[in-house]
């Protein structure tokens, strides 16, 4: 794990208004050499940082940039803590190699992760200052039974957050995702331990894209977006989207402990992408295809086949959508 040093810190916030600054300007405001300014900016690149150097105008990074702030952050939320970092190579993986060090509802945050993961340990990719990558800490008193159907109320609270700060065409896929336009702009990674005694603690990941270059992303094996494509030149206040989600999430892990999944099942169908789509879904080697009817009490899938209305739950399970070619009849 690793946190910025102060002169990386003054200088990416130099440099996050995405304008070009020269090195001698640079080397002024950080009090540093020219050959030291270079060295800085190697370390930056080191760290993942996209910095674009043209002679004759300077240094400037590929986006503006709002570094993390854990006062802000802290501010803005209250109660647990919620702490901050440059480089880790998994927020999820440090809460859970440390699950008795938090308090319920205590969060982690990075700049970039070197080995962010997704379900079954596939890859999520995740740039210096260029996402939301945050996991937070709850512990369910009821045990792993209650947490069921939990990654869905991530997404309510997830969804809901963009749309209330006015992103629009957000869509959830079953069970952890979200979606814009076809295009995967979060992904959220649920994981869990059982505690002697009947509780349980959980560690919920969320990854959201909100600034990310084509290079950035060109290891993502499908389809993506970020926030900021889905609305060019709106500045995108990134501690405050944070912190309010931070707050809708642990308000929706409130409403669950309480009352399980009812109070969200309405709320997740308003999001339901694949709703009364033709889908497969991949349950190790075996698939299985079907039309979605939404979610059951649980949260599991329901899905109509041809011998009936099954329901499927797990986390081995992926939904996909039916090729396009396989939609179309004979007639057309
Ligand atoms: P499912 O959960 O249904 O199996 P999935 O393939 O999206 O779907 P996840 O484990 O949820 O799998 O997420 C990992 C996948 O997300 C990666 O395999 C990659 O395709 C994609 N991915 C990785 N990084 C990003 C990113 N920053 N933005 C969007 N998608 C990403």
Redesign the pocket.
Known sequence: MRRLTPRQQALVQLLADGEFHSGEQIGERLGISRAAVSQQLKGLRTLGLEVFSVSGRGHALAHPLELLDPALLQQAVGGAPVHCVAVVDSTNDYMMSRLADWRKGECLLAESQTA?R???G?????PFGG?MILSLYWRLEQGLGAAMGLSLVVGVALAETLVHEGYDHMGL?WP??LYSHGQ??A?I?VEMSAIAGGSCHLVIGV?L?LA?SLQQ?ES???A?SSLESLAPGRKIERNRLIAAFIGNLRQALETFEQQGLAPFIERWAAFDIYRNQPVQLLLGEERVTGTVRGIDEQGGLLLETETGLHTYVGGEI??RPMLESCRISPSE
């Open positions: 962010g997704g379900r079954r596939r890859q999520w990719v995740s996402q896929k952890n995702d995967k702009l992904g990674l990854g894209n990310m992303g993502i094996t499908q993506w992926s939904l």
